[in-house]
């Protein structure tokens, strides 16, 4: 079993920032592919960006790209989203996700991802 504990929401100003942290337990983070989606209310849940095992490929939705990043510190257990230039389109619940299989590819779909953080708001103000 896997908890991931999200942190670091909030409200910011658009053009602003901040960062995302999800904290991991157990002794085998360095084996899951992470990620992180959003969730809107009334909208479906969507793919934001996720980062191999070793943090060497990462992947973005296109709305985010240039302007978040995903990173990961194996040592700490912790997966980081740092998003610049927020917009408030951006505002939405923020999900960790992991995906302990053992697949080769990163995934870019919901399903994919078998344990889910509890979530984190954030809330861009225009």
């Known amino acids: 079993q896997v908890q991931l504990v999200e942190s670091g929401g909030g409200l910011v100003q658009a053009g602003g920032s901040l960062r995302l942290s999800c904290a991991a337990s157990?002794?085998?983070?360095?084996?899951?592919?992470m990620g992180w989606f959003r969730q809107a209310p009334g909208k479906e849940r969507k793919f934001v960006a996720a980062?191999?095992?070793?943090?060497?490929?990462?992947y973005y939705a296109d709305s985010v790209k240039g302007r978040f990043t995903i990173s990961r510190d194996n040592a700490k257990n912790t997966v980081y989203l740092q998003m610049n230039s927020l917009k408030p389109e951006d505002t939405a619940v923020y999900y960790c996700?992991?995906?302990?299989?053992?697949?080769?590819?990163?995934?870019?779909?919901?399903?994919?991802?078998?344990?889910w953080g509890q979530g984190t708001q954030v809330t861009v103000s225009s």
């Open positions: 996700v992991a995906d302990p299989t053992h697949r080769l590819s990163v995934g870019l779909n919901w399903y994919e991802y078998d344990y």
């Open positions: 157990g002794r085998t983070f360095s084996s899951y592919h």
């Open positions: 980062i191999s095992r070793s943090g060497s490929s990462t």
